[in-house]
């Protein structure tokens, strides 16, 4: 393997899943293994550093937009990394060190410096939509993880990350649950078939469930748990879908095979990517900071 094909990877191809176990749509061994080794690098971050889950940020972001270069390079489109890399890891420390301006100022430099290496890369084919989807995946990863970053270096800090991972597994457990017991009408069925209003519903309640907890646990009113429960659960699912239409658009089942039973990175990251930033809106209104 070359350093180019890192850095600009093909298209990526659809791969045969593992056997799925029941109705469950997947192979439910390998996707609670898997699961249980992400928690414990997840939350292992977070116990031994808040530098070490950073670094997890990174590393992840880099990944995310690894796969969602693949996925575009399926329409003929580039998602230009090298300068997409260094931008994210730019924005994630900015906004652990500097705040919510200085990140924009990094998107900003990024998006330039995404636009500078097509034009010296030497082909103008097609560079307007390379710089177009480099944008789209910045602001889908980069920006919107930057929005954990200020969840970590609020007052509230680990618990408030603990919250906003517990959200996102308990949307996505209380829709699994709830979609394949008595899932029979789909949200979507052009993007995403399997999704279903009673899987939303199960996703509310469980978030209920957990939102109150956590808001109750920091100190707010245990109605804003409520609140955050619905406003979470809509954006979780809009993360869901939105990563489904772009694999529907593109032809693939799932974003890559890294994580068997899941898919890849951004098959577990699209809902949390969309969380972060309105736990963070919730945060500030009903806690003091």
Not at 117 to 123: C, K, L, S
Not at 155 to 163: C, S, T
Not at 205 to 229: D, E, K, N, P, R
Not at 257 to 264: E, Q, R, S
Request: net charge neutral; glycine share 10%; hydrophobic share 60%.
């Amino acid at each position: 393997m070359d350093l180019q094909s890192i850095y600009r990877p093909g298209p990526t191809e659809n791969y045969v899943p593992l056997p799925a176990s029941g109705k469950a749509g997947r192979n439910l061994p390998a996707a609670i293994s898997v699961g249980m080794i992400l928690s414990v690098v997840t939350f292992g971050a977070l116990w031994l550093s808040q530098i070490a889950f950073l670094g997890l940020m990174c590393v992840l972001a880099i990944v995310a937009l690894w796969e969602l270069a693949g996925a575009f390079a399926r329409k003929g489109y580039e998602v230009i990394l090298p300068p997409a890399w260094v931008g994210s890891i730019g924005m994630i420390i900015c906004a652990w060190t500097l705040g919510l301006e200085a990140v924009l100022v990094a998107l900003c430099l990024a998006i330039m410096a995404a636009a500078i290496w097509r034009i010296i890369d030497g082909t103008g084919d097609g560079a307007m939509m390379d710089i177009m989807v480099t944008t789209f995946s910045l602001v889908y990863v980069a920006l919107l993880a930057s929005f954990v970053v200020f969840i970590l270096a609020s007052p509230h800090a680990v618990p408030a990350v603990i919250l906003f991972i517990a959200l996102a597994v308990a949307n996505d457990l209380g829709g699994w649950a709830a979609g394949i017991t008595f899932g029979k009408h789909p949200m979507a069925p052009k993007i995403s078939p399997k999704k279903s209003w009673e899987g939303f519903a199960g996703s509310l309640l469980a978030s209920i469930a957990v939102g109150i907890a956590g808001m109750t646990y920091l100190g707010a009113t245990w109605w804003w748990g409520i609140i955050l429960a619905i406003l979470t659960t809509i954006a979780a699912t809009t993360g869901d879908l939105v990563e489904s239409l772009i694999k529907r658009d593109v032809g693939l089942k799932d974003m890559s095979n890294l994580l068997p039973g899941h898919g890849g990175i951004m098959d577990r990251m699209d809902s949390l990517l969309m969380v972060a930033p309105v736990l963070y809106l919730v945060l500030r209104v009903a806690l003091p900071w």
